[in-house]
């Protein structure tokens, strides 16, 4: 007796991989925005102290800037992407009129509810350097945050809302550095510090009219009683070897009077 052949079943289309948007690559300042926030929602990531590797390292680097920055009391500053709020702290008990802001609403809302005293609010820094008035502050404060924008740019906004006669300061980190530049692998280009010779470079191209003083700054071989220790204002040697230097401070001293600023290459009529 003969039987039915048996149909063989139909294979069923394997589904193809469907393009997704979470592939592209996130840009720049988003990504930034969730890395932070995530960070101030979890406490005991890795990644905390991307930019500070230790307690010790931050307030180092704090007293830095601080002998940077002259006279504070009854001056206008801004602590730009202010963080955990210490340096701004500190900023306001030394008498300064200090505005800090950040991107991570959580972080500012916490300090806002705990020190009310100062001024505070949300910001992207890039939106806010390129929106912020002219000539607004007497000291303005980039520290530890120019890697995670267009340096150049940047720098020269906030250079454009410095007062005449005061000052622009910088802390980043140093691309020969190979501590940075594994960094920088890491985040697939997201992470970017500048060169000593790109420092140098930009206190002639772009800050020419003001007084410029840059120094590096490098870890300690004994650390037992500090982490950090900075090299003599402008020092030639070091641009011999500039991988020695973990962070480069920048200050940009702004002139008196008003028509010798120069913004992007053009000359600012008197006023």
């Given at each position: 007796?003969?039987?039915?052949?048996?149909?063989?079943?139909?294979?069923?289309?394997?589904?193809?991989?469907?393009?997704?948007?979470?592939?592209?690559?996130?840009?720049?300042?988003?990504?930034?925005?969730?890395?932070?926030?995530?960070?101030?929602?979890?406490?005991?990531?890795?990644?905390?102290?991307?930019?500070?590797?230790?307690?010790?390292?931050?307030?180092?680097?704090?007293?830095?800037?601080?002998?940077?920055?002259?006279?504070?009391?009854?001056?206008?500053?801004?602590?730009?992407?202010?963080?955990?709020?210490?340096?701004?702290?500190?900023?306001?008990?030394?008498?300064?009129?200090?505005?800090?802001?950040?991107?991570?609403?959580?972080?500012?809302?916490?300090?806002?509810?705990?020190?009310?005293?100062?001024?505070?609010?949300?910001?992207?820094l890039e939106e806010w350097a390129k929106g912020s008035e002219e000539a607004s502050f007497d000291i303005v404060i980039a520290s530890e945050v120019?890697q995670y924008v267009d340096f150049e740019t940047v720098a020269q906004q906030l250079h454009r809302t410095v007062r005449p006669g005061g000052r622009?300061?910088?802390?980043?980190?140093?691309?020969?550095?190979?501590?940075?530049?594994?960094?920088?692998?890491?985040?697939?280009?997201?992470?970017?510090?500048?060169?000593?010779a790109d420092i140098v470079g930009l206190t002639q191209r772009v800050f020419s009219t003001s007084s410029c003083l840059w120094r590096g700054v490098?870890?300690?071989?004994?650390?037992?009683?500090?982490?950090?220790?900075?090299?003599?204002?402008?020092?030639?040697?070091?641009?011999?070897?500039?991988?020695?230097?973990?962070?480069?401070?920048?200050?940009?001293?702004?002139?008196?009077?008003?028509?010798?600023?120069?913004?992007?290459?053009?000359?600012?009529?008197?006023?």
């Open positions: 007796m003969s039987s039915a052949a048996v149909p063989k079943p139909v294979p069923k289309p394997v589904p193809q991989p469907v393009p997704n948007s979470s592939s592209k690559p996130v840009p720049r300042s988003e990504f930034w925005s969730t890395h932070f926030t995530g960070l101030a929602v979890d406490n005991e990531r890795s990644d905390k102290k991307l930019d500070f590797s230790n307690e010790r390292v931050m307030i180092q680097n704090f007293a830095f800037i601080l002998e940077s920055l002259g006279d504070l009391v009854g001056k206008r500053v801004v602590d730009c992407a202010c963080g955990s709020g210490t340096l701004t702290r500190l900023l306001h008990t030394l008498g300064a009129e200090v505005h800090g802001f950040d991107f991570v609403q959580k972080t500012i809302d916490e300090h806002r509810s705990r020190f009310p005293d100062i001024h505070w609010t949300c910001d992207n120019l622009l300061v910088i802390t980043i980190p140093n691309s020969d550095c190979p501590i940075v530049r594994r960094a920088a692998e890491r985040f697939d280009g997201r992470y970017l510090g500048i060169s000593l490098r870890f300690r071989e004994d650390q037992t009683l500090f982490p950090y220790e900075a090299s003599p204002w402008c020092d030639a040697s070091l641009l011999g070897q500039p991988e020695r230097a973990n962070r480069i401070q920048l200050v940009v001293q702004c002139p008196v009077e008003r028509n010798s600023f120069r913004f992007h290459g053009n000359q600012h009529a008197e006023d």
